[in-house]
C-alpha cells in the first residue's frame, strides 16, 4: 500500500496583505501531477484545508477543483479538519462524497470515522481524527474532566485502540502539536498556552504510521513513523529555511513503513534578505528570483523616508520590512527564532492576567482565572463556527 | 416519470431579527417525509437554497442533512443556485456529488449542464440552468450586447434550444422573473430595475415542464406548465395569504403534465393582526397560536411608552409592530401590497439619480448613468463572490 501524506495547505491564506492563491494553485498543480505519475493508493490530508473557517470563494473553488482531479485519476482521498476550518462547512456533502471515495472528517465523533482500503495484502484502515479541541471532546463524550488536549485525543481515539486489538494495519490521521515536535512556526496558533496543547506520543502505540499536521516543519514526532508532513508552501518567515513538499508512504505487508519526502516547488519563495538601500542603490546587488516573497531587513539608518517604496523597486514582492537599527536583538534571530523566543510573545490569557495584576493590584483567583479562561474558549469556538 | 419541484428554502434566513433555522428544520423534516412516502423519481430545486452566499454555519449543515436523507431514500436530486446563493461555494464538490447522484449547477456555462433520468417510456432530460445574472452570461459567452434578462436567459438557452430539436422530453430548471408572474414579494430583491428583470414565458416554448424559483408564491407564469413553486416558508408579511408548499408532478409518456400542490405545515405561521393594547389587555382575545410570527397593527394612540414589550406579553414572537394612525396609507394596503406598490420603493440606481438631481440640478447623462449602473452591477457581483 502506497499513500501520499500532505497538510496544511492553508488555501486562502493572505501572507503580508499578500493573497497566496495563485502560489496556491501553482504548487498544487505540481502535487496533482505527482500523484498521477506516482499513482498511489490514496492521498491523506492531515487538516488546514483552509487558513480559516469561512476562506474566500477563490479557495473554495481551488479545493474543488484539486479534489475533482484527484478522483478523476480514481485516488481515494481521506482528509481530516484542521483547527483552522470550519469542521461543519468543511463536512457539507460529507456523505454524497464518500460514494465519490472522498472521505472527509469534520467534527470529532464518538467513534473515529475509518476508511477500509485493500492491497494484495490485505485490508489497511485509515482512521480519520479531526482536530480535537478538548471543550468540544468534552461535550461529546459528557466527561468534564477532558481538559486538555492530551485527554481529549485520549477519548477520541478509544474505539480505535479497541478496534486495533483484533490486528490488522492501521494509519491515524490527526491534527495535533505532538510531543517531540520541533517546532512552533510563527504562522500558527498555539492551540493553547502552558503546554496543555501537547499530545504525547504514546497514544499513538499501534498504528503503523500516523500522517500528522499542525506544524509546518516536515519531521517525526517521537517515532519515525509518526510525522508531520509539513505545509505546502513557506507561511511565514521563520519558516524559510523548510524543504517544503509530501510524505510519499509505503506501507509493506507486516505494516512497516518506508518513507521518502518528495519537495514541491513554489512559484515564489519565501526568503529573508540583509541588505542597506545603499547597496542596493550603488552595488551590482544580486536581483535573481526578485519576485520571491521577501521579509528585507535594512541596515541603513532608522531616518529614511517610505523605504519600502524604495525597497519594492528592487524586491516588488517585499512582505515586511524590518529596520535593523531599531531591533531590540541582532538581526540573526529574526529569521529562526527559537522555541522560547516564540513562547515569550503572551498569550491573550496572559496579557489579561498581567492588565488585571496592574489595574487592581492583585493576580487573579483562580475561578476568574477559569472564567476568562471559559471565555476565550468559547471565542474560539465562535471564530470556527462551532455549536456545542 | 414524477418529480417534486420546490424553490427558494432561503435557509439561514434572518426576518424581523428572528433565526428561522428551527422553523426551516421542522417544514423539511415534514419535506423528506413526504418524498419517503411519495417516492418520487427526483426532486428538483429551482435556487436560493440559501439566504446569501455565505450563509451561517447551521444552515450548511441543515442543507446537507437534507440532502443525505434523499440520497439515503436514492432519490435523484437536482439543484440550481438562485440570485441569493453564492454558486461556486453552493457548487463545491459538484463533479464528486454528482456520482451520490446530487447534481447541482452553480454558475451558468455555455451549455447547460443536464441530467437525463429514465421511466418505462424512455429518458426525461433535465436541464439544470442557474441564476443567469447579465453581466456574468456577457463575459462567458463574449457577447457585449447582451445587457436584460431576456437576452442572457435567451443566450443561456441556446444550447438546449438545439438539443432539444431532436425530440424527447425536457424540463428546465430556472430561476428568473418570468413575465407573467404575478407578484414580486416583500422579500424578494428586484434582480434590476425598469422591467429588465423580466423574461418572457415564451423561451420556454419546447420544455414539458419549467420548474422556476425566485418569485414566493406558488403561480402559473404564461402557462401553466410554467410555474413557480414558491418558497418553503411564508419569507415576508407580504406572503401572509400564500399556501406554502411544493408541486408534485407527473409526466406522461407523451410528455403532458399532471400536477398537484402538496401543502406544507410551519411550526409557527407568518400572519398579521390589527388590533389595540387595550382590547389585548381587557378583553378576552384569542390567542390561539400565540408563537406565531406577527405583524402587529395598533389602533390605539402613538403615544405609548414601548408598546413592542407590551405586546410581546401576549405575543412572544411579534417581529413587526406598526402604530397605526401614524401610517399615511389605510391598514388594508399593509399586508398584502399590489406590485405598483411594490415598485414605488426606490431602487438604488434612481436613488442615486434623484439625488444627484438634488444636488447639482440637472440629470445624469447616459454615460454617468451607465457607469453607476455597472458600479451597482460589481457591487451585487461581489456580495455572491463572483469574478468574472
Not at 201 to 210: C, G, K, P, T
Not at 261 to 286: C, F, G, K, M, N
Not at 324 to 344: G, I, V
Amino acid at each position: 500500500m502506497r499513500f501520499i501524506h500532505t497538510a496544511d495547505w492553508h488555501l486562502g491564506r493572505v501572507f503580508g496583505g499578500q493573497s497566496l492563491i495563485q502560489d496556491q494553485e501553482f504548487v498544487l498543480r505540481e502535487f496533482v501531477e505527482l500523484v498521477r505519475e506516482s499513482k498511489p493508493d490514496a492521498v491523506l490530508i492531515s487538516g488546514d484545508i483552509y487558513d480559516r473557517a469561512v476562506p474566500p470563494a477563490a479557495a473554495v473553488e481551488l479545493y474543488d477543483q484539486v479534489l475533482s482531479q484527484l478522483i478523476d485519476l480514481r485516488v481515494p482521498v481521506v482528509a481530516i479538519a484542521g483547527n483552522h476550518d470550519g469542521p461543519q462547512r468543511l463536512a457539507f456533502g460529507r456523505q454524497l462524497m464518500s460514494q465519490a471515495d472522498y472521505h472527509i472528517a469534520g467534527l470529532p465523533q464518538e467513534e473515529i470515522s475509518v476508511v477500509t482500503l485493500h492491497d494484495q495484502h490485505g485490508p489497511v484502515h485509515f482512521h480519520a481524527l479531526p482536530y480535537a479541541e478538548p471543550v468540544v471532546v468534552r461535550s461529546l463524550f459528557k466527561q468534564p474532566s477532558i481538559s486538555t488536549h492530551q485527554e481529549a485525543m485520549s477519548a477520541c481515539l478509544a474505539s480505535s485502540v479497541k478496534r486495533m486489538a483484533t490486528g490488522g494495519r492501521h494509519v491515524l490521521l490527526a491534527h495535533a502539536f505532538v510531543q517531540g515536535g520541533s517546532e512552533t512556526p510563527d504562522s500558527e496558533r498555539p492551540l493553547s498556552v502552558g503546554g496543555a496543547d501537547r499530545v504525547n506520543a504514546s497514544l499513538f502505540e499501534n498504528f503503523a504510521y500516523v500522517a500528522l499536521g499542525h506544524l509546518h516543519q516536515p519531521h517525526a514526532a517521537g517515532r519515525p513513523q509518526i510525522r508531520y508532513s509539513g505545509s505546502l508552501l513557506k507561511y511565514s518567515f521563520a519558516e524559510e529555511h523548510h524543504v517544503k513538499g509530501v510524505e510519499l508512504i509505503e506501507l509493506t505487508a507486516t505494516g512497516a513503513v518506508q518513507r521518502e519526502q518528495i519537495a514541491l516547488h513554489p512559484r515564489r519563495d519565501v526568503r529573508s534578505i540583509r541588505v542597506s538601500l545603499e547597496e542596493l542603490e550603488t552595488q551590482p546587488y544580486s536581483l535573481a528570483n526578485r519576485e520571491d516573497y521577501l521579509q528585507v531587513i535594512l541596515t541603513d539608518s532608522a531616518n529614511l523616508m517610505a523605504p519600502i517604496n524604495r525597497v519594492r523597486e528592487f524586491f516588488p514582492n517585499t512582505l515586511e520590512l524590518v529596520i535593523e537599527e531599531r531591533l531590540p536583538n541582532s538581526p540573526s534571530n529574526l529569521s529562526a527564532p527559537s522555541f522560547a523566543e516564540k513562547s515569550d510573545i503572551p498569550q491573550p490569557i496572559q496579557m489579561i492576567e498581567a492588565f488585571f495584576e496592574q489595574r487592581f493590584g492583585n493576580s487573579l483567583t483562580q475561578p476568574q482565572y477559569q472564567k476568562i479562561q471559559q471565555i476565550l474558549n468559547d471565542l474560539r469556538l465562535q471564530e470556527q463556527e462551532i455549536m456545542l
